[in-house]
């Protein structure tokens, strides 16, 4: 069965760092795009980014682009999201999502749980 | 980039009614068009791939079409279980946009 587990929730402060996890299981983790979706509260789903684990290829959307790191580590089955510098405007459920097919960016059909970042002083 | 337009943003409908939500995008896709549905407080789910292809497990109720520019999701009747929001995707090059959304409601 395919799984994606993300970390749990958390609470910071403006201008701190942070680093989220999705770890993936039951599939070739390496061989499959990993993305990061972002939904406000009340809001829409954002397509953040993703990552192809095998090679570390990574796409961004200029939306994020500098604003978030995206990257992975396929010996762990592990992507990560990642802030320097955390902003109010930040706090969100952030998903993680990877594709029914191998290999191709696609529509995703796996979905991680959430983790709910919250940015509070 | 490719942008995705998604109307209306909410609407009302009874149950049993044919509902239809429309995707445009701002330059061709072809046929790499998702559909998701997501409920409150719920994960989003995977409705629809390829513009028209139903996922496994998905209620036959459910149908999507269009190619290139103009995409639909038509829920044929509507049920109270469809109570959710829905959204497309692109998914032909990144960036995957989204479209912003249709909130779905029983009236």
């Known amino acids: 069965e395919v799984q994606l587990v993300q970390s749990g929730a958390e609470v910071k402060k403006p201008g701190e760092s942070l680093k989220i996890s999705c770890k993936g299981s039951?599939?070739?983790?390496?061989?499959?795009?990993i993305a990061w979706v972002r939904q406000m509260p009340g809001k829409g789903l954002e397509w953040m980014g993703i990552i192809y684990p095998g090679d570390s290829d990574t796409r961004y959307s200029p939306s994020f682009q500098g604003q978030v790191t995206i990257s992975a580590d396929k010996s762990i089955y592990t992507a990560y999201l990642q802030w320097s510098s955390l902003k109010a405007s930040d706090t969100a459920m952030y998903y993680c999502?990877?594709?029914?097919?191998?290999?191709?960016?696609?529509?995703?059909?796996?979905w991680g749980q959430g983790t709910l970042v919250t940015v509070s002083s | 980039d490719i942008q995705m337009t998604q109307s209306p943003s909410s609407l009302s409908a009874s149950v049993g009614d044919r509902v239809t939500i429309t995707c445009r995008a701002s330059?061709?896709?072809?046929?790499?068009l998702a559909w998701y549905q997501q409920k409150p407080g719920k994960v989003p789910k995977l409705l629809i791939y390829?513009?028209?292809t139903l996922q496994s497990g998905v209620p036959s109720r459910f149908s999507g079409s269009g190619s290139g520019t103009d995409f639909t999701l038509t829920i044929s009747s509507l049920q109270p279980e469809d109570v959710a929001s829905y959204y497309c995707q692109k998914y032909n090059s990144a960036p995957l946009t989204f479209g912003g959304g249709t909130k779905v409601e029983i009236k």
């Open positions: 390829a513009a028209s």
């Open positions: 999502a990877s594709p029914r097919l191998r290999g191709v960016m696609g529509d995703f059909d796996y």
């Open positions: 039951g599939y070739s983790f390496t061989y499959y795009w």
């Open positions: 330059q061709g896709i072809s046929n790499y």
